[in-house]
């Protein structure tokens, strides 16, 4: 398993530009090598030292790797007619390239190496010593030099031995139900449209006065408070899945639902994608398996008899007497299912 850790990093003035210059070096090479892909209309051997001196080494493979997934994915989607351009700013390091010490040793070039001091936190020293460094990018961003580096990690033991359903919707960001019988609700749903609805109200008034500035700062802030709503109801659902030992988390798969609202409304104020993607990796650091199962039927089906009935607003009720929030009846169904079937 691979996890990223982040560093921010404070080079001199001097380690600063010698970065800026690789960083750009790192560009015109990635765009060089996709410029010879797409004349010869295929991924031809470009030698190593072909490529600018001032890269390192290792540095290199990373270039010729980098212009080879631009050019395969500009094949899968047959753009390769018009030539696509690399676009990033920043410069890639593999782990024969660089040490991290009290400083982090980077080589540049092909003899000189730079020893720029760096800041992690206490959880990112821990992430860095739990495995293997394997490579790193640095990039500037919002004027800060930030180093991402990848790390190589054994896979953990799975945690525990039950299985957890959660029934992730709009009005409630997400309802959990274990094999246990425990039920849980996340997150508020409320907060989130009302930060939504707040704000499209303001954007629209800021387009009529043509307010762009203030309009890019809004934008900025809000995406922020929807991203650290979904990390905070990510964060709380695993740490239910470890409380009450859940070795498997079963979700639905809506990834085309979401494709209906968003194509429906102009602004979505439902984040599936992005909450499913931070459930996975957040899982997976700690053993969790994440299981998707087909959502049909899963709020209308009575776990008490399997009769299928339609809830009137929040409200579930069976004709066998069974009465609960339609979402809690959805988590439960999700559950049942991971169970039955690895029973
Ligand atoms: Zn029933």
Redesign the pocket.
């Given at each position: 398993m691979y996890l990223t850790s982040k560093i921010i990093l404070h080079p001199t003035p001097l380690q600063a530009q010698t970065l800026k210059n690789l960083a750009t070096i790192y560009k015109t090479e990635v765009n060089e090598c996709l410029r010879k892909f797409q004349l010869n209309q295929k991924i031809i051997w470009i030698p190593y030292s072909t490529l600018d001196q001032n890269l390192p080494w290792e540095s290199k493979k990373e270039v010729i790797k980098e212009a080879t997934k631009i050019f395969r994915d500009c094949i899968r989607n047959k753009s390769n007619a018009t030539p696509t351009r690399f676009k990033g700013d920043y410069c890639k390091w593999h782990c024969d390239s660089f040490t991290l010490d009290y400083k982090l040793n980077l080589q540049v070039g092909q003899q000189s190496k730079l020893s720029i001091e760096f800041y992690a936190d206490d959880y990112q020293k821990e992430l860095l010593s739990s495995g293997c460094l394997t490579s790193l990018k640095i990039e500037k961003k919002d004027k800060k030099w930030v180093c991402y580096i990848k790390i190589l990690k054994s896979d953990p033991q799975p945690y525990g031995e039950h299985v957890m359903g959660v029934d992730m919707g709009i009005k409630v960001p997400a309802v959990a139900a274990t094999s246990t019988g425990k039920i849980r609700f996340f997150g508020n749903g409320r907060k989130v449209r009302y930060i939504c609805t707040s704000q499209t109200s303001r954007l629209s008034k800021l387009m009529k006065n043509n307010n762009y500035r203030l309009i890019r700062k809004m934008d900025h802030k809000w995406g922020n408070r929807l991203l650290t709503i979904d990390h905070q109801i990510s964060k709380s659902i695993i740490e239910f899945a470890i409380q009450e030992k859940i070795s498997t988390i079963t979700l639905e798969n809506l990834a085309y639902i979401q494709k209906r609202i968003d194509s429906g409304k102009k602004i979505s104020t439902w984040s599936y994608m992005r909450l499913k993607s931070f459930l996975e990796y957040k899982a997976q650091k700690h053993g969790i398996k994440i299981q998707m199962i087909n959502p049909h039927n899963t709020s209308k089906r009575?776990p008490?008899?399997n009769?299928l009935n339609h809830s009137s607003k929040r409200e579930y009720k069976?004709?066998?007497g069974?009465k609960s929030h339609r979402d809690i009846v959805g988590a439960i169904n999700i559950c049942n299912y991971s169970s039955s079937k690895s029973n």
């Open positions: 009575c008490k008899c009769r069976c004709a066998c069974f």
